[in-house]
């Protein structure tokens, strides 16, 4: 099956800081990606959809200058929690749908989440 | 916007018992993901159901998407404690994954 990769699993840093998050596809290229921010015990809310080789797009509410998205290539997106504070701290998920034969299967792939700490 | 709302929030039940969760969409959908979720994993797909009526089943299992295509609901006969976690319905408005809206979710703790 398609494989999502994130790095790192668990980060923790100071207040103020930047802390960037790794989405990779291994097996397979995804035009586009999605970023999740999920509160324990708390369903996934949907912060941007990443696209390749262009600006992701936000949901509203999410800051875009705080929350960088970079999708440089077909297999990488990268979240950027910029100046990062206590309330920053969550567990964000990303995910991909695979393009097996051109087109977009539907189902979409979890990376393993990225737990942040804030101090 | 779209909603997808699931029920119930949580469910507790003993090893044996049977389990099911409902979903419902404010709007009609084009097709409905499930997910499971571990405590402390991610989410991982189960099935997609496309059509009006679908009924899937997977073992134990039992997936099904209403002749509206606005509500769906996941039944999971004789658990296990294997079974825990938090169960996600995803509705989908298009055919594509790009919207996608998730339901709050359902906790299942099975206790042996």
């Known amino acids: 099956g398609a494989v999502v990769s994130q790095h790192p699993s668990r980060v923790i840093c100071k207040s103020g800081t930047s802390v960037k998050i790794e989405c990779r596809s291994l097996?397979?290229?995804?035009?586009?990606m999605f970023w999740y921010r999920q509160f324990p015990k708390q369903s996934l809310m949907l912060m941007a959809t990443?696209?390749?080789?262009?600006?992701?797009t936000y949901e509203q509410g999410v800051e875009k200058d705080k929350f960088l998205i970079n999708h440089a290539s077909l297999t990488l997106s990268t979240l950027t929690v910029t100046s990062a504070h206590p309330e920053d701290s969550s567990f964000y998920i990303c995910?991909?749908?695979?393009?097996w034969g051109g087109g977009d299967t539907g189902e979409l792939f979890f990376g393993e989440g990225s737990r942040l700490t804030v101090l | 916007g779209q909603q997808v709302m699931q029920i119930p929030q949580y469910q507790h039940v003993q090893e044996g018992e049977d389990f099911t969760t409902y979903c419902n969409s404010s709007?009609?959908?084009?097709?409905i993901q499930w997910y499971k979720q571990r405590p402390g994993g991610h989410p991982v797909f189960l099935i997609q159901?496309?059509?009006?009526?679908e009924v899937k089943k997977q073992k134990r299992l039992t997936f099904q998407f209403g002749e509206a295509k606005k509500n769906s609901s996941l039944h999971i006969t004789a658990t296990q404690t294997t079974d825990v976690g938090t169960y996600f319905c995803?509705?989908?408005?298009?055919?594509?994954?790009?919207?996608?809206?998730f339901g709050k979710g359902t906790m299942l703790l099975v206790s042996p």
């Open positions: 995910s991909a749908s695979p393009m």
């Open positions: 159901l496309v059509k009006s009526g």
């Open positions: 709007t009609t959908l084009s097709n």
């Open positions: 990443s696209n390749e080789g262009s600006k992701a």
């Open positions: 995803a509705g989908n408005r298009d055919s594509g994954y790009s919207t996608l809206t």
């Open positions: 097996d397979f290229q995804a035009t586009t």
